[in-house]
């Protein structure tokens, strides 16, 4: 299918390729080396592509003349390379132009904005959310900061011509192809809009089957090759709102696809009815449990999500369900239901003009007078130069008899990094709390010891016996440790190591592929400091190594002196064990740093615990 692939410009750490695809179809690709922002999709820093489709004017098959067709096209981070590329490909500025639009935000805005300046023929199509978002979003400037002028911006170009697709629709392109445009609501992206050229069987999926990754080839090269990423990407943004996600995908499977090109990453041509069965089974553990929690939120800016993304993500790692839904775009019913039904209820706000947004003051209302005052409660939000959302969201809970399951969370603009690991954690914590109030309500109820702890297989499992030793690991400013004792050899060449890590564990964002480790082997009779010290509960973000003088590995990894021996590794495949993952890392160092002292061995009765 793509025998060459030309650049076309380049600034910077970006640049734009052109990827034939077929006759009178180019895939633009914008190539970011670099991760773009904070938010969990991009932690595996893998980089990442922003894939958009030109289908060229020409005769339909009933003969007649069709326009040309851009299919989702990136955010203004990448104008300065995507509009020379595009005029290159696309230099009769004179001529109609239909773009298709999938999700909204006011960085795609910007872009589409330039678009309008340069093709005056130009018409937008999107969903009946998208249609909403592009009209509330064209006119809207950031505010100043106050106090402080600004000059005066150019002129807005005028809003273009707006289809909007409420249904599906077929959309005649050239070279006898159809564009058969799906709508895709989702509370993350509610102006979802993917594109069906039935033809050549392309589903254009926009943000479905993603994966950010910085590659020039149009296609992975197998299922394996990926999946790491699509995974990643699936629990950070997808798995929050699960079922919606799973009935899409359903839709998907009644069409007749060779090729799934996604927004971001490679496309997918030969494992694509693999990587839909993925979706539907990694949505599977997330729709089984019994406990729910609710996250509401709205986002002008996006900063908001990017909060509510980080929430979910944590309490997704438990296996807890989520139910993500957007104020904006949710019937009040299905508002009210979910509130009854919710065994915790995150909601969050951006401040814009010193107010909440008005959906989500009418959410508020609706959680007042129908949630449940037993059920803990937790707000979030971002700002520019005040916060009174936020403030407005804690008060009227307070005051209505709620209990807060942590302090309510403010982050100007957007989180960073290290605000991210933490919102991350504080959900995980929010939902162990959920959990062990159901495990005390089920000792209540049974009144005896639970069937498990009591399996003869299970007490069998408990006298499997394993080192102790503390998992110590650094990327750039961030880190995290935990103690192990799920630790086995795996290989004799290359030298290799497993270790199991629980899913909502915190340390586990840090032991993707790729991701090095020390593991600090304990010493009997010297266990119990390092124990108490990583055993402790630890606040979300703290630094899990206050006041411990730490030594480095070759690739500075933290080291602990008193243990009785480490090693250095890699991670070189991850494999989905349940409630854990087990890590498979290669060695590259290690020392013995107490040749007199045994190993410290963890003893247990019962294999249902640690």
């Known amino acids: 299918m793509v025998t060459t692939v030309a650049a076309s410009s380049a600034s910077a750490d970006r640049q734009v390729i052109t990827l034939p695809v077929d006759r009178g179809l180019v895939c633009l690709r914008g190539l970011s080396p670099q991760r773009l922002r904070f938010e969990l999709e991009y932690a595996l820093e893998r980089g990442s ?31 300065n390379v995507f509009l020379p590329a595009l005029l290159n490909v696309l230099p009769a500025t004179d001529q109609p132009l239909l773009i298709v639009v999938g999700h909204v935000n006011p ?16 018409e937008l199509i999107a969903s009946s959310p998208g249609a909403k978002l592009l009209e509330e979003l064209w006119n809207q400037r950031k505010p100043s900061p106050p106090g402080v ?10 809003f273009p011509p707006l289809r909007v697709i409420r249904r599906e629709e077929t959309q005649a392109l050239s070279h006898g192809r159809n564009l058969l445009l799906l709508p895709a609501p989702t509370p993350r992206w509610p ?15 926009d943000k479905f089957f993603s994966a950010h990754l910085c590659t020039t080839a149009w296609a992975e090269a197998n299922r394996s090759s990926t999946e790491e990423e699509r995974r990643h990407f699936y629990d950070c943004l997808m798995a929050p709102m699960a079922r919606k996600v799973d009935l899409l995908v359903e839709r998907l499977e009644e069409l007749s696809i060779r090729t799934i090109a996604p927004a971001h990453g490679p496309a997918i041509d030969a494992s694509w009815r693999s990587l839909l069965n993925d979706y539907h089974r990694w949505g599977e553990s997330h729709q089984q449990s019994s406990l729910n929690v609710v996250l509401l939120f709205a986002s002008a800016y996006g900063n908001t999500s990017a909060i509510a993304d980080a ?49 989500v003051v009418s959410a508020l209302g609706t959680l007042l007078a129908e949630g449940d005052r037993s059920k803990p409660v937790g707000v979030f939000g971002s700002f520019g130069w005040s916060g009174e959302a936020v403030d407005l969201l804690e008060t009227k809970l307070r005051d209505g008899g709620f209990s807060f399951g942590f302090d309510p969370i403010r982050v100007k603009f957007s989180p960073d990094r290290a605000m991210v690991k933490e919102l991350e954690e504080t959900g995980t914590r929010f939902a162990r709390k959920l959990l062990q109030a159901e495990k ?48 086995s050899q795996a290989s004799f060449t290359p030298p290799g190591l497993t270790v199991a890590v629980a899913k909502d564990r915190a340390v586990e964002a840090l032991l993707h592929k790729g991701d090095r480790f020390a593991l600090n082997v304990l010493a009997e009779g010297r266990e119990s400091g390092p124990m108490k010290q990583f055993l402790q ?42 409630d854990h993952w087990l890590i498979y890392a290669e060695l590259d160092h290690g020392g013995v740093l107490d040749q007199e002292a045994s190993t410290a061995v963890h003893h247990r009765r019962s294999g249902a615990n640690y």
């Open 49 to 79: 592509t922003a894939n958009s489709f030109l289908f060229e004017a020409g005769a339909d098959a009933a003969g007649i003349e069709q326009p040309a067709v851009l299919v989702h096209p990136p955010g203004m981070a990448y104008s």
């Open 107 to 122: 960085n795609r805005v910007a872009l589409l904005q330039e678009l309008a300046r340069n093709y005056p023929g130009l």
């Open 149 to 158: 002028e600004e000059d005066q911006p150019p002129p807005l170009p005028d």
């Open 191 to 205: 102006g979802g809009l993917m594109a069906f050229e039935q033809r050549y069987g392309l589903l254009m999926s």
């Open 311 to 359: 929430l979910g993500r944590g309490v997704s790692r438990t296996d807890i369900r989520v139910t993500s839904l957007n104020c904006e775009f949710t019937p009040s019913e299905e508002l009210v239901a979910a509130i009854q039904s919710a065994d915790g209820i995150l909601i969050g706000s951006p401040t814009l003009g010193g107010h909440a947004p008005t959906p």
């Open 440 to 487: 005390r309500a089920q000792r209540r109820n049974a009144g005896s010891m639970s069937e498990s702890r009591s399996d003869p297989a299970v007490l069998a499992l408990g006298r499997v016996v394993g080192s102790l030793c503390i998992l110590t690991t650094r990327k750039g400013e961030l880190s995290g440790a935990m103690v192990a004792s799920w630790v």
């Open 537 to 578: 509960p630890f606040k979300p973000g703290a630094d899990r190594f206050s006041g411990l003088e730490l030594e480095t590995s070759p690739n500075e990894q933290p080291l602990l002196p008193d243990a009785l021996a480490w090693l250095e590794g890699r991670v070189s495949q991850r494999m989905e064990c349940g």
